[in-house]
């Protein structure tokens, strides 16, 4: 059962240019969101999150989007560069028997050409 | 010097051999992760540890054991590799106040033959 569900395998997008990368999820208990980039032949590292209070965040080039109704999120790199390409991880975090655990998405790899 | 480390970074055995994989961490964080990574499948919990007394399982335990020799060890063992245990295998560590930013480490990818 994939809670967290990733559709597209990989994307490629034109540097300078918008990317947005997309996640859903079905667990309404889940309280924070998160997104990690994966280089090769290194571990994920914590990108940007947010709270199931929240609609937005942004840091940066990075924004966030949730749409709760929708159980969907997603996000917007603007301007893409070139080491922006990488794995992208959804990640949503729920308590569960006193323990906080996060579910990942599939993964999204994103190629940005020159 | 990274802050979370495994070893090996790459191994290759034979079926039914017993393997233990390492982390370790300089972050000082009490909580420890073992996660392993699938093509089409993303990051899946194996064990997780919040303090060197508790060890928990996630949702892929069977097959897998763990050790927490200090706070800043955590080990993980297949007792009797099999083929579908190929996988790479991620360390990872949180605080008790952001549970949710988790630290990797770089990874190990095991080969089961």
């Known amino acids: 059962d994939q809670q967290v569900k990733q559709n597209s395998p990989s994307l490629s997008v034109q540097e300078g240019r918008i990317s947005i990368l997309n996640c859903d999820y079905t667990n309404s208990m889940f309280d924070y969101f998160l997104w990690y980039k994966k280089y090769p032949a290194e571990g994920p590292t914590f990108l940007i999150s947010i709270s199931s209070i929240k609609d937005k965040n942004e840091d940066g080039r990075f924004t966030v989007f949730l749409n709760k109704s929708a159980k969907h999120l997603s996000l917007h790199i603007v301007p893409s560069q070139p080491g922006d390409s990488a794995v992208y991880f959804c990640?949503?975090?729920?308590?569960?028997?006193?323990?906080?655990?996060?579910?990942f998405g599939q993964g999204t790899r994103l190629t940005i050409n020159p | 010097d990274a802050d979370v480390t495994q070893t090996p970074r790459n191994r290759i055995t034979k079926t039914g051999k017993r393997i233990m994989l390492e982390c370790s961490q300089t972050?000082?964080?009490?909580?420890m992760y073992w996660y392993r990574q699938d093509p089409g499948l993303g990051l899946r919990l194996i064990y997780y540890s919040f303090d060197v007394k508790d060890i928990n399982k996630g949702e892929i335990s069977d097959g897998y054991s763990v050790s927490r020799q200090a706070q800043a060890k955590f080990s993980l063992s297949l007792e009797s590799a099999i083929p579908n245990q190929t996988a790479l295998y991620f360390c990872?560590?949180?605080?008790?106040?952001?549970?949710?930013?988790?630290?990797f480490g770089p990874g190990t990818r095991l080969t089961v033959l």
């Open positions: 990640a949503a975090k729920r308590i569960i028997q006193g323990a906080q655990k996060l579910v």
């Open positions: 972050k000082g964080h009490d909580r």
């Open positions: 990872a560590t949180s605080d008790l106040l952001r549970g949710h930013e988790q630290f």
